[in-house]
């Protein structure tokens, strides 16, 4: 019963949320809700306080006042268990660069828990989402910028989540590149994930989200 209750709230919700640091207010009073299986694009100008919301929804950083809540879990208190059902694709790339790709979804597997069969499967299939099949087993300091991209994507996907949070993915890549985020976007949206994408790129916003949130 508490699954089920669980599951029938929105993916992401926040109340009155306010963080500052120090004499800093960067974010004030902000309200959002995301409901299940839906692209929500979270728009704004550089200093809105983007990144800080993302941090917040992540339990990387605690609000100084309001509540929020992912998956129906509050966060920070259930920060844990809610990461283990989020997948975060962060706006620098966290590669191993001096590990293969492979080696770098198995390392990232293996810190959500997976092992063994269910380990290689999920490589296999994040591999073959980001078309790098055939540069699996070369180091990620040869990647072009694209690329990795790409792969800071699937690492994001290892474990199945239910809710996706990207902060600014296709910011100083190749056309391609991002196009080729784009089709793997809709191809996961229309699968039912949940996806929180944040951008500067109002066209982005257009062609990708259900709804947007704008936050000056």
């Keep these: 019963e508490v699954l089920t209750s669980l599951a029938e709230q929105p993916a992401i919700e926040l109340r009155d949320v306010v963080k500052t640091f120090d004499a800093i207010t960067a974010v004030n009073g902000l309200h959002l809700t995301v409901p299940r299986g839906i692209v929500m694009g979270l728009l704004g100008p550089n200093g809105a306080g ?3 919301t993302m941090r917040m929804l992540t339990g990387q950083s605690t609000p100084t006042s309001g509540t929020i809540e992912v998956l129906g879990l509050p966060m920070p208190k259930q920060s844990k268990l809610a990461r283990a059902r989020m997948g975060v694709v962060p706006q ?3 590669l191993e ?5 492979r080696e770098n979804l198995s390392f990232f597997g293996r810190m959500q828990g997976l092992s063994g069969a269910r380990l290689q499967e999920r490589v296999a299939a994040c591999l073959a989402i980001a078309r790098l099949q055939d540069l699996a087993d070369r180091h990620v300091d040869t990647y072009s910028g694209g690329l990795k991209r790409r792969l800071n994507l699937v690492i994001g996907l ?3 989540p239910q809710l996706l949070i990207l902060d600014e993915p296709t910011v100083g890549i190749d056309p391609q590149s991002r196009n080729f985020i784009h089709e793997a976007l809709r191809t996961l949206h229309e699968s039912g994930m949940t996806i929180l994408y944040t951008t500067h790129y109002m066209e982005e916003a257009e062609n990708l989200c259900d709804d947007i949130a704008i936050i000056d």
């Design 50 to 52: 983007k990144s800080t």
């Design 92 to 94: 620098l790339d966290n």
């Design 97 to 101: 660069t001096e590990l293969t790709a």
């Design 158 to 160: 290892i474990h199945e």
